[in-house]
């Protein structure tokens, strides 16, 4: 006699279409020990844009002594081929940051606050409460001019000074920030701490909370190689929207540990297998990656990137032709 199934497979729903959020011009260079040359920023981002991304975060408007890697982020804007359909969005911290941003002619702008306190603190010289009162005046103003607003809420699973957040505190900044209100909201785990359990306990609770899944993107780090899992967990919640960085990049100086953003090439090779439909052509994110690579003299810490690096990369990256 057969033996009894005792765990049947069920395949869930998944979203059919995903957004790819990329990263890497800001968070991937971000902490990086060299300031590249605003050269080398735009033809990256023009790369990107070649490859299909729809949304690509170009730099940020912050302190220059903050981050000095993106302080030209106004230049970058002035140079890079803005392709229509495309969003290019820029970090904003504050009125000063968005003035800046609205010079440069960006059209989606990211405000960023945090589940801790002391991260925030670190990262924004502000409290919870007190950058969301920074952040009121920059989007009534972003509003008026039609441009989008993301919130990014980081540490929200893990926080390198205050160790585990709850679901509860993440639920609390989300609501603060929708009432700005905000067009979408990024869950950031910017430690890479979080594991599939984490995900579903944080959506749902936001879930429980009135929040709709269609504002939500997961933004995560593959700090500890749990990220791919975490976007399958964002999947099966209905979360439609993963930032990622080509080639794996980034990670903020103000959170210690915070390497390794999830890699877009590892994100977009999860989704093409789930047959989920991005828009994006992936030996050309390898092309971006590999150009990346050049100018920093090191091989990004992608996986998918390792596993074709000795391989020829299948488009005419000067030319951008197949
Ligand atoms: P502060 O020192 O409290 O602010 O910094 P301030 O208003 O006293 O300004 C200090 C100096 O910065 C002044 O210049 C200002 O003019 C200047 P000074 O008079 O000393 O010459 N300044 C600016 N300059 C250019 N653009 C601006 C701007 N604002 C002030 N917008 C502040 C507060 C928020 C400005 C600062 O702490 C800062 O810029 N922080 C940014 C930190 C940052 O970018 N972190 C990384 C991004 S977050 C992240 O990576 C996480 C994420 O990826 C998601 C995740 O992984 O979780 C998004
Ligand atoms: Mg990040």
Known sequence: MAETQDYPIERPDLPRRATVYEVGPRDGLQNEAEKLPVDVRVRFVDLLTEAGLPAIEV???????AIPQLADTDEVFA??????????????????????????????????TAASETFNQRNIHAGIDESIERFGPVAS?????????????????GCPYEGEISPEAVREVVHKLLDLPVDEISIGDTIGV?????????????????VTRGVLALHLHDTRGTALA??????????????????????CPYAPGASGN????????????????????LPKVVAASRYLAGELGRRPPGRYLAAVWGQDVPVAVETGEP
Not at 59 to 65: E, I, K, N, W, Y
Not at 194 to 210: C, F, H, K, M, N
């Open 59 to 65: 730099g940020s408007f912050v302190s220059r002594s």
């Open 79 to 112: 140079r890079i081929h803005r392709a229509s359909g495309v969003r290019y969005p820029a970090l904003v911290p504050n009125l000063k940051g968005l003035e800046r941003a609205i010079l440069a002619g960006v059209r989606e702008i990211a405000v960023f």
């Open 141 to 157: 103003r972003a509003r008026e001019d039609g441009i989008r607003v993301r919130g990014y809420v980081s540490t929200a699973f």
């Open 194 to 210: 979080a594991t599939p359990t984490g995900v579903y306990d944080v959506i749902e609770t936001l879930y429980d909370s009135g």
């Open 230 to 251: 975490n976007v399958y967990a964002g999947l099966e919640c209905g979360i439609a929207t993963f930032d990622s960085s080509a080639g794996g990049l980034g990670g």
């Open 262 to 281: 999830l890699a877009t090439e590892d994100l977009v090779y999860m989704l093409e297998g789930l047959n989920i439909e991005t828009g994006v052509t």
